[in-house]
Structure formats: structure tokens, C-alpha cells
């Protein structure tokens, strides 16, 4: 069974940090295009950041230069790095893997990608 477990969101003030750990267990990171996404109540679920199968990485532009987007292969595991963080960055992040071989732009274009973790709340407070 394939689960994406995302946990690290939580509230903090304007200007702040959070690094977000998605665990995957069933897959192998390395094998998958990944990334993640957000969505705020009423609004369409957007993408992130997301690495595609060839390791490239492609950012929203309004987190270019404050998110960053990684993975460890040895932990199986996800990360995305929020510096900077405004009022506008507050949503559910999710964590998403697909084995289809997509672009970094791809994957996080695709809605209907193949696996989604449960999400962790972000809310960032002035």
C-alpha cells in the first residue's frame, strides 16, 4: 500500500519558517515524479513546487527564491523548505507522487496525478 505522510505545517508569524517532511512508504521517491501542492478553502488546488523523473525543479513563481524542494532517496522522503512566509502562503500542503514520467512544470500542472498524501495545515499569521 502506498502512503505519502506529510507532517511540519503548523501557524506561524509573517516572515517565518517552516520545512514540511513528506514520508512515502510503498514507492520509491527516486522512481517517482513528486511535489507538492496547496489549496485554500474554496479555491482549486495549485502546484508548488514538483521535481520531475529527470530531477529538475520547477517553482510557482510566488515562491521562487523563499521555498525549496528536496528529497532524500536513503529516507524516502520529501521535503519543502518555507522561508519568508506571508498570509498568502497559508493552505493545506500536500504531497504528491506519480510514476509517469512528467516534466518538473508537468507534475505540478497535472491535477489527476496518482497519489496524494492527507495533507498539513499552514497558516501564517501577521
Known amino acids: 500500500e502506498v502512503q505519502l505522510v506529510e507532517s511540519g505545517g503548523g501557524s506561524v508569524k509573517v516572515g517565518g519558517s517552516l520545512k514540511l517532511t513528506c514520508r512515502a512508504s510503498?514507492?520509491?521517491?527516486?522512481?517517482?515524479?513528486v511535489g507538492w501542492f496547496r489549496q485554500v478553502p474554496g479555491k482549486e488546488r495549485e502546484g508548488v513546487s514538483c521535481?520531475?523523473?529527470?530531477?529538475?525543479?520547477w517553482y510557482q513563481n510566488s515562491v521562487k527564491d523563499r521555498f525549496t524542494l528536496s528529497k532524500d532517496i536513503a529516507k524516502n522522503t520529501l521535503y519543502l523548505q518555507m522561508n519568508s512566509l506571508n498570509p498568502e502562503d497559508t493552505a493545506v500542503y500536500y504531497c504528491?507522487?506519480?510514476?509517469?514520467?512528467?516534466?518538473?512544470?508537468?507534475?505540478?500542472?497535472?491535477?489527476?496525478?496518482?497519489?496524494w498524501g492527507q495533507g498539513t495545515p499552514v497558516t501564517v499569521s501577521s
Open positions: 504528491v507522487a506519480d510514476p509517469t514520467e512528467y516534466s518538473d512544470y508537468e507534475v505540478c500542472n497535472e491535477m489527476h496525478l496518482e497519489y
Open positions: 510503498g514507492l520509491l521517491v527516486e522512481d517517482y515524479a
Open positions: 521535481m520531475g523523473r529527470d530531477g529538475d525543479v
